[in-house]
């Protein structure tokens, strides 16, 4: 479980985050949404430490990330995975040598047992004989797969994601989704994903924070998102016509839409 | 204004390479790491210098002989002026000049590239030391190669003129020759490697330094490559005054 507590960041003056409070729970998928510039990126990157806030406390399993010396921050890390926004793949290595990458780097397996733990981690992906592909020659979703995969390939107890369904097209999202959220519920990550994709949100939300002008405005699940009054949290997740008519559908009926 | 700014970014350049200097996190990957940067650095950088060098080294010959004909100096002096202008500047100073537009931007466009694809915030989540990762096998690659590169920039150089005399009548292969060997001075071979591995350091490092601190998109990345070029060459013409000074005096 991650705690944020009272988190707080500023950049040249203006502060991005006031006072943000947050639980993400352990084998569960919990997102971050909220508009463009609300402040959720800084909120992630804080939660991984490329940014340090100027007060708060985030406890990794009651362990405070800011108090840290650097070689606890180092050996922190290697629990984590993090999906980057643009897949973040090295353009000079395969698919195969993305995946061994952090095997290579911590592990004392052999090149064999690398090897074949990449590829075990690509299959689980569903991603099978594009090896020796570079990540140019794959297409966005394979990408982001690729990039699961090597997030994974250390048996991460924290996986973080970070836009994880921007430039996909809408069936390519969902894949994405139901992979991260197989993957979160099979190996019991604490996942925290980064999203303003409405699909996501009420596919997979099982913990959904709301961030609103670098405040925490709201805290529930999928099926809460329905039944909210926040008036901003309505305004940013119905906004389209389909959504409204997906929310009443789903009050109506009070089931999701199969 | 510009004094604090200076200072500021080589306060910056200082606690960069700080991290860059630290023991790798695997021996094992470094010596790969290495060894990929020196043939793409290095090897690949031979057959620009060979073609650079031969031209030049063709040129200096020609020019010394227009403009040092004369009855009181001997017509040998075209081959020594040569050599010497070869191993004092040229193949030193001028050639890692053009070695900070080909391999500086190259380094400053690549670690850009992966700063603003944020490739490099993903070695850092990993818990991997980016500078030191990145930029020690850069840096220890191309500053081991470099002596290679001045070697064959002197044969070359040395060869184009000989391909003057060779194929000219300005002057004679067996004067071009005996020029070349009268009066030759060990220490300026030693003097030219010196500088050139100065030289490749700071080609190296501050062009890596630029790249590293990329923000924005690929126009950035561009912009970051220009300065990484020009503030090597400021770099590398200042070092060559004061090694100069040191070195010859």
Partial sequence: MIEVKNVTKSFDGKTILHNVSATFETGKTNLIIGQSGSGKTVLMKSVVGLVKPEEGEILFDGRDLLKMDSSQIKSLREEIGMLFQGSALFDSETVLGNVMFPLMMFTKMSPGEIKDRAQFCLERVNLKGADKKYPSEISGGMQKRVAIARAIALNPKYLFCDEPNSGLDPKTSILIDELLSDITHEYNITTVINTHDMNSVLGIGENIIFIKNGQREWVGDMKEIYKTSNEALNEFVFATDLFQKVKKYVIANERPIP | ?249
Avoid: H
């Fill in chain 2, 1 to 249: 204004m510009l004094i604090t700014k200076s200072l500021t970014a080589f306060g910056s350049y200082c606690l960069f390479m700080r991290r860059v200097f630290y023991v790798p996190d695997k021996w094992k990957v470094f010596f790969n790491r290495t060894i990929f940067e020196i043939n793409k650095l290095g090897v690949d950088s031979i057959p620009l210098v060979m073609v650079i060098s031969i031209f030049i080294g063709a040129v200096i010959a020609i020019q010394m002989q227009l403009n040092i004909s004369s009855p009181l100096i001997p017509s040998y002096s075209v081959g020594l002026a040569t050599r010497d202008i070869v191993l004092l500047e040229f193949s030193n100073s001028i050639l890692c000049l053009i070695l900070a537009g080909k391999v500086g931007s190259n380094i400053a466009s690549e670690i850009g590239t992966m700063r603003v694809t944020e490739q490099i915030d993903a070695l850092e989540i990993m818990g991997i030391n980016s500078c030191n990762y990145l930029v020690l096998p850069k840096v220890v690659g191309f500053v081991l190669f470099m002596p290679v590169l001045v070697a064959f920039c002197i044969a070359t150089s040395l060869f184009g003129g000989f391909a003057v005399a060779l194929f000219t009548d300005i002057i004679t292969v067996s004067r071009y020759v005996y020029g070349l060997q009268a009066m030759f001075q060990e220490w300026y071979v030693w003097y030219g490697i010196i500088k050139s591995v100065f030289f490749a350091f700071i080609i190296s490092s501050v062009s890596s330094y630029f790249g590293y601190y990329v923000k924005g998109g690929a126009l950035d990345v561009g912009k970051a490559s220009t300065n990484a070029v020009v503030n090597s060459s400021i770099l590398i013409l200042l070092l060559d005054v004061v090694l100069t000074k040191l070195l010859l005096q």
